[in-house]
């Protein structure tokens, strides 16, 4: 194991064991000083702050007989919207879903209620919830199966003839 022999420095503090997670002490950053002197200019922004500020910004449009000063955002919108009202697909694709995300509109969420259950179904979803919650504490876990079993066979075997009947 020659890669992870202890090799020592010498310092002026002493000997310093030179390994894995101890570089040598004349190659280490100075107590106040950074790894990154330069570091990042402060005038550098990242992608949303120039998008922000960039739609934040006024421009000047011509609307009917008048202009007016409008933020870039503004103007955006105003251009989607009407160009969706020209009758254009593309811009309807993006203006309706953007709508409903942002405008929280509760359209094309279902409304409808669930259909009431069969008098069958709510006889097995009982015998389930008795199957879950009492025998378990009262049998082992293989009769309650066994016993479970029984009971949606026999409920099966109602709905079966009842079929029948009809």
Known sequence: MANQKDVTANSEAGDYPVGYGKPPKHTQFKPG???????????TKNLKTDLVEELAEKILVHE??????????????KSLVTRTLKGDARA???????????????EGAQTEEPEELHPDE????????????GSRSQEGPAEATNASNAEIQSADADAGSEEEAQ
């Open 92 to 106: 309807a694709n993006t203006l309706l879903p953007m709508m409903m995300r942002l405008l929280d509109t509760g």
């Open 33 to 43: 000083t950074s790894g990154n002197p330069k570091g990042r200019p402060k005038e």
């Open 122 to 133: 709510l006889e097995i979803l009982e015998a389930y919830k008795a199957r879950l919650t």
């Open 64 to 77: 009917g007989d008048g202009s007016k000063k409008i933020s870039k955002q503004r103007a955006v919108v």
